[in-house]
């Protein structure tokens, strides 16, 4: 925050002043409360999970500012921002909806009328209760499939989503489009569990690892990397992966996995004893026969040397 908002030369500033002393959250804090007093800023915090990380950065604690500063936050938890004003996020309307799920499937209106399917659609609309992110997985599975087979994925969508769309609705929405990847996509899905979340991942970095790993067997006419990039851009059209930076040609450079998806990635990942990931706060003993062991944080001797992001993938 302090780079983003003072520049990194207030960063460089703040460790001439505390030169051989080591820096906490309240030394980061003050130079923060410093620097922003008497200015205009607008900041925005997206998806807080927690109180105690509001507490930590609580503008209000930033001292007087009549400057028209302003402070955004997107949260799911509702006590972290009790006593402000709050705006509910509404779900999407039918027609904005229905544009979005044509452009997730790369179909038209014509071609859902001219296969009689334009019943089934509007079902599937109705049963996305006009969450994007149901919207855009639910579209990335359709896309793969025959318009005439969207009636029978249509009734394998969980009933819950339409009228209560919790965490868990969305998670059995997640899980399906995970149980209809073909065979050869899903070890290269749950591989992703070995980063930590929000964590942005290169395109190369990660096919490279898929064939390192023995994930990717080249085909006929076409070498192994143009086959694990392919695999790539098939984890994006289905929306199981985000893109994340695009370069000028359109080409996908990195991405990142939603969190909701992330947890599932975890949580397959723990049952089939493919990816065990470790934090500091976990043991670092591991009792179960699992094929990798990724280790996230810095607590671990070589971790300090790694970037942009500690992870150490151990393959037993």
């Known amino acids: 925050m302090i780079k983003q908002l003072l520049g990194v030369e207030s ?60 402070v955004l936050v997107t949260t799911r938890n509702r006590n972290i921002v009790e006593g402000s004003i709050v705006y509910k996020l509404k779900a999407l309307e039918k027609e904005d909806a229905a544009k979005l799920l044509l452009t997730k499937t790369g179909r038209s209106l014509n071609d859902i009328e001219k296969d009689l399917m334009t019943e089934t659609f509007d079902k599937i609309i109705k049963k996305c209760g006009g969450l994007p992110l149901a919207i855009v997985t639910i579209g990335g599975l359709l896309a793969t499939k025959d318009v005439k087979e969207w009636d029978g994925l249509y009734h394998q969508l969980p009933s819950e989503l339409e009228t209560n769309p919790s ?34 991942i290169r395109r190369s970095r990660l096919v490279h690892r898929w064939i390192a790993e023995g994930f990717v067997a080249a085909r006929v006419g076409r070498n192994i ?74 607590n671990y001797p070589i971790a300090d040397r790694l970037e942009p992001c500690p992870i150490i993938n151990f393959i037993l």
Not at 27 to 47: E, I, P, Q, S, T
Request: proline content about 4%.
């Open 11 to 70: 960063i460089k500033q703040l460790l001439e002043e505390h030169n051989g002393l080591i820096l906490n959250e309240g030394h980061l804090a003050d130079h923060l409360k410093k620097g922003l007093n008497g200015r205009r800023y607008f900041l925005v915090l997206d998806d807080l999970w927690t109180t105690q990380a509001w507490e930590c950065i609580n503008p209000s604690f930033w001292g007087e500012n009549e400057k028209g500063s302003r």
């Open 167 to 200: 965490l868990e609705a969305m998670r059995k929405v997640l899980m399906m489009s995970y149980n209809h990847l073909p065979s050869h996509l899903k070890p290269c899905f749950l591989y992703l569990s070995i980063f930590p979340e929000d964590f942005e």
């Open 225 to 298: 990397e143009n086959v694990a990039e392919s695999y790539f851009n098939e984890l994006i059209q289905r929306s199981m992966i985000q893109s994340s930076r695009v370069n000028i040609e359109g080409r996908v450079k990195s991405c990142r996995v939603h969190d909701i998806m992330r947890d599932i990635i975890v949580s397959i990942s723990r049952e089939e004893n493919f990816v065990y990931p470790s934090g500091d706060n976990e043991p670092r003993r591991v009792e179960d026969n699992f094929r990798h062991v990724a280790c996230h944080g810095r």
